[in-house]
C-alpha cells in the first residue's frame, strides 16, 4: 500500500529542513513517540499505544538511506513487530520539502506493507489513522517553530548532544517522555477498538516519520 500525506509550516525551506531532521529536537512532536538509541544510521523506537485504560508499547527500527540537503529529501527504509504478536510491517518512507505560500510544503509518501492481523484492515482505515497521527505532528511541529522564534535563537544556543563512538542511548530523560498515543482520540471509539490488533502499524508509521527527520552528518 501506497500513502501520501501532506502539511504546509510557516518557515522557510532551508529551517524547516534543518529543524525536521534534528530527530532529538522534534521527536516529542509526534504522539506516543520516543527514540532510545541512535547507533550510526541505525534508530530504535517506542511508541505507547493506549486504547482507553488500556496502553501497549511496540518498538520499531529504521536506517536512513538517503538525506540530501540540497533536494530536500530525506528517504529511510524501517520495520516493526508486535511485541505479542506475529505482525509485522515494512516501509520505504520518501519525505521531500518545497516552498509554498507563506511556508514550506512538506509531502511523505509511505510504501507500506504488512503480515499478519493488520494485513486484515483495509487501506481507508489505515490511512485514516495515519493522515491523523501525521496532522497531530504538524500542529505540534508549527507550536514549536512558533517558540524557537519567539526565542530570538534559543535553539541556537542550546547545548549540541555529545559526539560518541558506538550506540548512544537516549532512553531515561523525563524531558524525552511523551504521552502515550491515544487511538480513541485519533480513530473514534468503535474503530479504535478493531484497531487493537493493527497498532503495530501505526507505531511503524510514527516512527518512520519521526526517523525521517534525523540530522545526518
Known amino acids: 500500500m501506497e500513502f501520501t500525506n501532506e502539511f504546509t509550516v510557516p518557515t522557510d525551506v532551508d529551517t524547516t529542513f534543518a529543524t525536521l531532521t534534528d530527530l532529538e ?3 516529542p512532536c509526534l504522539p506516543g513517540a520516543q527514540l532510545e538509541e ?4 541505525v534508530y530504535t523506537g517506542r511508541v505507547k499505544v493506549k486504547v482507553g485504560p488500556i496502553q501497549m508499547t511496540y518498538r520499531g527500527q529504521a536506517r536512513m538511506v538517503e538525506a540530501d540537503a540540497d533536494a530536500k529529501r530525506a528517504r529511510i527504509e524501517a520495520n516493526g513487530k508486535e511485541a505479542r504478536g506475529s505482525g509485522t510491517a515494512k516501509a520505504d518512507v520518501t519525505a521531500q520539502l518545497r516552498e509554498g505560500g507563506e511556508g514550506t510544503v ?4 509511505t510504501d507500506l506493507t504488512v503480515t499478519g492481523k493488520p494485513a486484515q484492515f ?3 482505515v489505515m490511512e485514516e489513522v495515519g493522515t491523523k497521527i501525521i496532522d497531530a505532528f504538524a500542529e505540534r511541529l508549527r507550536a514549536m517553530l512558533a517558540e524557537q ?6 535553539a541556537d544556543d542550546a547545548a549540541a548532544p555529545p559526539t560518541v563512538d558506538g550506540p548512544r542511548l537516549l532512553a531515561g530523560d523525563p524531558s524525552r517522555e511523551n504521552d502515550a498515543l491515544d487511538l480513541m482520540d485519533v480513530a473514534g471509539g ?3 477498538k478493531r484497531l487493537l490488533p493493527v497498532a503495530a502499524v501505526v507505531v511503524v508509521l510514527a516512527i518512520l516519520f519521526a526517523v525521517l527527520r534525523r540530522r545526518r552528518g
Open 122 to 124: 483495509g487501506r481507508g
Open 149 to 154: 522564534q519567539d526565542g530570538a535563537g534559543a
Open 38 to 41: 541512535v547507533d550510526g544510521d
Open 190 to 192: 468503535a474503530t479504535a
Open 25 to 27: 529536537q522534534v521527536a
Open 106 to 109: 512538506v509531502t511523505v509518501t
